[in-house]
């Protein structure tokens, strides 16, 4: 039965029909390829509006039952582009793995609600799972401007609600665990991680580095590729110096870390990195908390948070600021210039003197 005058259903299906009448007096009758009620009333709106002003309906397009398999060839194709190619392009594999042979059109709030359920059951955290998703939203989005995938299947997917994640995890390493771990790294392995350990960049930069970056002569680093999208600029230490000129570097091939077998650049070390921390004794450690371990000792010596954040390459200090309560005395001398016994004035000048020495 019709929600709206020339708006109804057909038996057996579950798109609304429309039906207008056109130019020459004849009803014309289309499938409006939706299920929504509220679209399938805009286009048939339109189709009479176009009959008022003369003009020749616009056929409604038709899309082609297009799988999720045929969507992921294009979307790895497009997403070359992108900073973020080599993470993303594991994620929609994954994605693959379990939706490749379904069409689009028959996707759900549900059935992805269940795929998070899943993926949490497995054991893999909130996080994960919220990449996960995050990579089909927008495959869907590209989806709809491709014209692969109508707006209703997009707006299934998108009322899919990201996870709660716990993003206070902070892990980092001593300087005796810092030496054990680099004991236990073998060939590249260990360059690698000196590195991200004296620069406190993430995975992606580190194995992405090209020498063209590298300014050993005035002792520098430029990344133009990072997450956020700005140039960041991180000095060279000894440390690293000293490893960077023990690389030997090969004039065909641009990067600092490179598979010798292809010349191509790493696109993980996860498997080599968790057999090192093995070795190590170090347990609970991913790569990324060298990032973590970088930023700790920093704030540990003496570093204010805002030259941490410069050369974390954080936007804002907000994420910065969880590495704040490993300032040694800072919260303690800042409550010290409270005016309680008398004394202020000395609280309030060994204070200032102290926010000095650090800054």
């Known amino acids: 039965m019709a929600k709206h005058k020339g708006l109804y259903k057909q038996k057996g299906s579950d798109f609304y029909w429309l039906r207008y009448v056109g130019h020459d007096g004849k009803v014309i009758r289309e499938s409006a390829k939706t299920t929504n009620f509220k ?32 969507l992921s060839e294009q979307y790895l194709t497009w997403a070359e582009r992108q900073r973020s190619f080599r993470s993303k392009r594991g994620f929609i594999l994954q994605l693959v793995d379990v939706f490749g042979n379904l069409p689009l059109r028959s996707f759900n709030t549900m059935q992805v609600e269940q795929f998070q ?16 998703l995050a990579t089909m939203k927008h495959m869907f989005t590209k989806a709809v401007q491709w014209e692969m995938a109508d707006d209703s299947t997009f707006k299934k997917i998108r009322q899919v609600r990201l996870l709660e994640e716990n993003n206070r995890r902070l892990r ?26 004296n620069t406190g960049c993430r995975r992606g930069e580190v194995l992405s580095v090209k020498w063209d970056n590298i300014d050993l002569t005035h002792g520098f680093i430029r990344l133009d590729r990072t997450k956020n999208g700005e140039c960041r600029d991180i000095p060279i ?63 540990m010596g003496g570093v204010d948070i805002t030259t941490v954040s410069k050369l974390l ?11 704040s309560h490993l300032s040694p005395n800072h919260l303690q001398n800042a409550v010290n210039v409270l005016d309680i016994t008398g004394n202020a004035d000395e609280k309030r000048t060994a204070y200032l003197l102290h926010s000095q020495a650090v800054n």
Do not use: W
């Not at 805009?42 to 189709?47: D, G, H, P, R, V």
């Not at 980092?172 to 350990?197: H, M």
């Not at 390459?313 to 590495?323: A, D, E, I």
């Open 237 to 299: 230490n000894d440390d690293l110096k000293a490893v960077l000129q023990s690389i030997t570097r090969r004039l065909d091939i641009p990067y600092v870390f490179f598979d010798e077998t292809t010349g191509k650049p790493f696109n993980d070390v996860k498997r080599s990195f968790q057999t090192a921390c093995r070795r190590a004794g170090i347990t609970d450690f991913h790569f990324h908390d060298l990032r973590h371990t970088f930023a700790s000792h920093l704030v």
């Open 39 to 70: 679209e399938a009333q805009a286009k048939l709106e339109n189709q009479r509006r176009a009959i008022r002003e003369g003009k020749a309906p616009e056929p409604i397009k038709r899309i082609s039952n297009f799988t999720f398999r045929q």
């Open 313 to 323: 390459g954080h936007k804002s200090l907000t994420m910065t600021l969880r590495y």
């Open 172 to 197: 980092y390493l001593s300087k005796e665990e810092c030496k054990e771990l680099l004991r236990n790294c073998n060939g590249y392995l260990n360059a690698i991680v000196t590195f991200a350990l």
């Open 117 to 132: 359920t899943r993926r949490i059951e497995k054991g893999n955290k909130p996080a994960t799972v919220n990449r996960l």
